[in-house]
C-alpha cells in the first residue's frame, strides 16, 4: 500500500521519473540494468533487509543516491543505515512534500557530482591511502572496523571518481592530483 502510494506521488510531482517498485534487494538487483539516479530504499523489506542489503546496493551502484525509508525510526538503525551508504534517512510518517524536497535535493546532488571534477570523501580518501599500502578489501574492512561489502562499495566508488578502472591507476591518477597529501 505505501509503495502504491509513494508511486502515484512520484509519478504526479517528478514526471520525469522513471520508476521501478520491486519487493526486495534481489528483485532490485536482478530488474534493474542501469545504474538509477535515485534509489528508495524501505529499511523493511522482505529478504535481505534494506539495511543489510545496503552494501549490494552500492556494489552494483556505486553513484547511486539512496534514500532510506522506514516506519520506524530507530537512531541506531539510521546511523548503521548511513555508515553503509545511505544518502540521507527520511521517516515514513514525514509529510509527502518532505519527501519530494528531499528527492530533489538528492537528485540535485547526484547531477553536481556527475557533471563536476569528482572529490573523494574523507572515508574514500583513507581507504585510498590503504589501497596505496597494498592492503585487500578485506585487510582495509579489518583496519578500519567495516564490512568487505562497504569497503568494496567505496573502493568503486573511488575508481569512478577518479575515472580509472584499476588499483594501480586510481592511485597513479591520485597522485597526479594531489590527492594524497
Same mark, same amino acid.
Given at each position: 500500500?505505501?509503495?502504491?502510494?509513494?508511486?502515484?506521488?512520484?509519478?504526479?510531482?517528478?514526471?520525469?521519473?522513471?520508476?521501478?517498485?520491486?519487493?526486495?534487494?534481489?528483485?532490485?538487483?536482478? %530488474? $534493474?540494468?542501469?545504474?538509477?539516479?535515485?534509489?528508495?530504499?524501505?529499511?523493511?523489506?522482505?529478504?535481505?533487509?534494506?539495511?543489510?542489503?545496503?552494501?549490494?546496493?552500492?556494489?552494483?551502484?556505486?553513484?547511486?543516491?539512496?534514500?532510506?525509508?522506514?516506519?520506524?525510526?530507530?537512531?541506531?538503525?539510521?546511523?548503521?543505515?548511513?555508515?553503509?551508504?545511505?544518502?540521507?534517512?527520511?521517516?515514513?510518517?514525514?509529510?509527502?512534500?518532505?519527501?519530494?524536497?528531499?528527492?530533489? %535535493?538528492?537528485?540535485?546532488?547526484?547531477?553536481?557530482?556527475?557533471?563536476?571534477?569528482?572529490?573523494?570523501?574523507?572515508? %574514500?580518501?583513507?581507504?585510498?591511502?590503504? $589501497?596505496?599500502?597494498?592492503?585487500?578489501?578485506?585487510?582495509?574492512?579489518?583496519?578500519? !572496523?567495516?564490512?568487505?561489502?562497504?569497503?568494496? !562499495?567505496?573502493? %568503486? !566508488?573511488?575508481?569512478?571518481?577518479?575515472?580509472?578502472?584499476?588499483?594501480?591507476?586510481?592511485?597513479?591518477? !591520485?597522485?597526479?592530483?594531489?590527492?594524497?597529501?
Amino acid at each position: 500500500m505505501f509503495s502504491a502510494g509513494l508511486s502515484l506521488l512520484i509519478d504526479q510531482n517528478i514526471p520525469s521519473a522513471h520508476l521501478i517498485c520491486c519487493q526486495t534487494v534481489e528483485d532490485a538487483l536482478l %530488474q $534493474v540494468e542501469a545504474e538509477p539516479e535515485i534509489v528508495l530504499l524501505d529499511m523493511n523489506l522482505d529478504g535481505a533487509s534494506g539495511v543489510d542489503g545496503l552494501p549490494q546496493l552500492k556494489v552494483r551502484w556505486p553513484n547511486a543516491e539512496i534514500i532510506v525509508i522506514s516506519g520506524e525510526v530507530d537512531g541506531h538503525q539510521v546511523h548503521r543505515a548511513l555508515e553503509l551508504g545511505a544518502a540521507t534517512f527520511v521517516s515514513k510518517s514525514a509529510p509527502p512534500e518532505q519527501l519530494l524536497t528531499t528527492i530533489h %535535493q538528492r537528485l540535485a546532488a547526484h547531477h553536481a557530482t556527475s557533471t563536476s571534477f569528482s572529490r573523494l570523501t574523507g572515508r %574514500q580518501t583513507e581507504i585510498l591511502r590503504l $589501497v596505496g599500502k597494498g592492503l585487500s578489501n578485506k585487510g582495509i574492512a579489518a583496519r578500519l !572496523a567495516l564490512s568487505p561489502f562497504t569497503v568494496q !562499495a567505496h573502493v %568503486q !566508488a573511488i575508481f569512478r571518481a577518479l575515472q580509472v578502472n584499476n588499483r594501480t591507476q586510481a592511485m597513479l591518477e !591520485a597522485r597526479k592530483r594531489g590527492l594524497l597529501g
